[in-house]
C-alpha cells in the first residue's frame, strides 16, 4: 500500500466520520447531559464500532451481505428498532429535568463504552461506507502494518469528531441554553434519531 492510497484512505473517512448521523448526534447529547468525561468513553465505543465495520469489510463481511441479501436486510431492521427506541427514550424523559452533572452520578465508563459500540453496530452506513468505498482504497494483499495503521487512523478519526462536537456542547453555556429548551431539543433529537432508524430500516 501506497502513502498516498493511505492518505486517500484518512481523508475519504475522516470526512465520513464527521458527517452527520446516530454518532455525531449521540455525541452532543450525551456530553450536554452528562459531561465531557463520560463523551470520552462515548467516543471510543464509537471508534471501536467503525474498526469492526471496517475490519468486517476488509475480511469479506461486504460479500457475505451480498451473497445473503436477507442478512443484511434482518442486520438493518434490528439496527433501525436499537435508534427507534433511544428515541422513544428521548421523547419520553423530555420533560424530565435537567440533572446536575457535577453532583449527579454519570452513566460509568462502561456503560458509555458500550453506548458507543451499540451505537455504531447498530448504524448500517459505517457497513455500507467501510464495504464500498473504504475497501476500494485498500489494494489486495495489504501488510498486516498497514491494515494496523488503517484501524489506528480509523480510531483517531472517530474520537477526534466526535470529540470535537462532545467538546462543543458540553460547555456551560450550551448546558445552561440546553437545560432551558430541553424539551423541545429532546423531542426534536428524538424525531431526527427515530428517522434516521426508520430510513435504515426501511432504505
Not at 427507534?84 to 421523547?91: D, K, N, R, T
Request: charged share 10%; with cysteine; aromatic share 12%.
Amino acid at each position: 500500500m501506497t502513502l498516498a492510497a493511505f492518505l486517500a484512505a484518512w481523508g475519504l473517512h475522516l470526512v465520513a466520520a464527521a458527517s452527520p448521523g446516530p454518532a455525531i448526534l449521540m455525541s452532543a447529547r450525551l456530553a450536554v447531559t452528562e459531561g465531557f468525561r463520560v463523551s470520552v468513553w462515548l467516543a471510543a465505543g464509537l471508534a471501536l464500532g467503525a474498526v469492526f465495520w471496517a475490519l468486517a469489510a476488509l475480511f469479506g463481511l461486504a460479500i457475505l451481505f451480498k451473497i445473503a441479501p436477507a442478512l443484511f436486510w434482518g442486520f438493518k431492521i434490528a439496527g433501525g428498532l436499537f435508534l427507534i427506541w433511544i428515541a422513544l427514550q428521548m421523547w419520553r424523559h423530555a420533560d424530565e429535568p435537567l440533572p446536575d452533572h457535577k453532583s449527579a452520578l454519570p452513566r460509568s465508563p462502561l456503560s458509555a463504552l458500550w453506548l458507543g459500540i451499540a451505537t455504531q453496530l447498530a448504524n448500517p452506513k459505517p457497513a455500507v461506507f467501510f464495504g464500498a468505498v473504504f475497501v476500494g482504497t485498500v489494494p489486495p494483499g495489504v501488510s498486516p502494518l498497514w491494515i494496523l495503521a488503517l484501524m489506528a487512523m480509523i480510531c483517531v478519526n472517530e474520537i477526534a469528531c466526535n470529540l470535537t462536537i462532545a467538546r462543543l456542547f458540553s460547555f456551560e453555556r450550551s448546558r445552561r441554553a440546553y437545560a432551558r429548551l430541553k424539551a423541545v431539543i429532546d423531542r426534536s433529537f428524538g424525531v431526527v434519531l427515530a428517522a434516521l432508524g426508520l430510513k435504515i430500516a426501511i432504505a
